[in-house]
């Protein structure tokens, strides 16, 4: 995965590498497409219960969601 700058937008890459839309993530996580929105966009950081379910879901280490 590339490089990204933020948190939002390493979750953005990921999702997207996964070939899931915002709705879809959402969903798998039991959580608002606005959330994730907001999550992907940084208008809102997730939780650390809510970050590793992220990175599970995407099938990704918790570590190259926070560090990139």
Do not use: D, F
């Not at 959330?35 to 918790?62: C, D, F, M």
Request: net charge positive.
């Amino acid at each position: 995965m590339k490089k990204s700058s933020t948190l939002g937008s390493r979750i953005r890459a990921a999702r997207i590498r996964r070939e899931l839309t915002q709705q879809e993530a959402a969903a798998a996580l039991g959580v608002h497409e606005v959330t994730w929105n907001r999550w992907e966009s940084g208008l809102l950081q997730p939780t650390l219960a809510h970050l590793l379910a992220v990175a599970k879901a995407l099938r990704i280490e918790p570590q190259r969601l926070i560090l990139g």
